[in-house]
């Protein structure tokens, strides 16, 4: 079992950058792929972004490439999400999750993932 929480949400103006954190519960964080997605209201949850279990791998939407970064570590059993360049388009709640997974795809779909966090709501106003 792997508990997620999420923090670093807030409201900035557009072309801000933002950092969101996601803490792991358990000692076997280092097994798990882990991935960002994102929620705006009235839509599907998406895609933002997944790293592989070591940090070697990442992938990201195209949406949020080149602006966005991924990353982890292990040892603090944390994912990262660094924002930057932010749009109002960003704006949406944020959910890291995690995926027990060696190996490493382009892990894109929620049904991929075994465990979720709550969620951190981040507005970006024009």
């Known amino acids: 079992q792997v508990q997620l929480v999420e923090s670093g949400g807030g409201l900035l103006q557009a072309g801000g950058s933002l950092r969101l954190s996601c803490a792991a519960s358990g000692r076997t964080f280092s097994t798990y792929a882990m991935g960002w997605f994102r929620q705006a209201p009235g839509k599907e949850r998406e895609f933002v972004a997944v790293?592989?279990?070591?940090?070697?791998?990442?992938y990201y939407a195209d949406s949020v490439k080149g602006r966005f970064t991924i990353s982890r570590d292990n040892p603090k059993n944390t994912v990262y999400l660094q924002m930057n360049s932010l749009k109002p388009e960003d704006t949406a709640d944020y959910y890291c999750?995690?995926?027990?997974?060696?190996?490493?795809?382009?892990?894109?779909?929620?049904?991929?993932?075994?465990?979720w966090g709550q969620g951190t709501q981040v507005t970006v106003s024009s």
């Open positions: 790293i592989s279990w070591s940090g070697g791998t990442t």
């Open positions: 999750a995690a995926r027990k997974s060696y190996s490493m795809n382009y892990y894109d779909r929620v049904d991929e993932y075994d465990y």
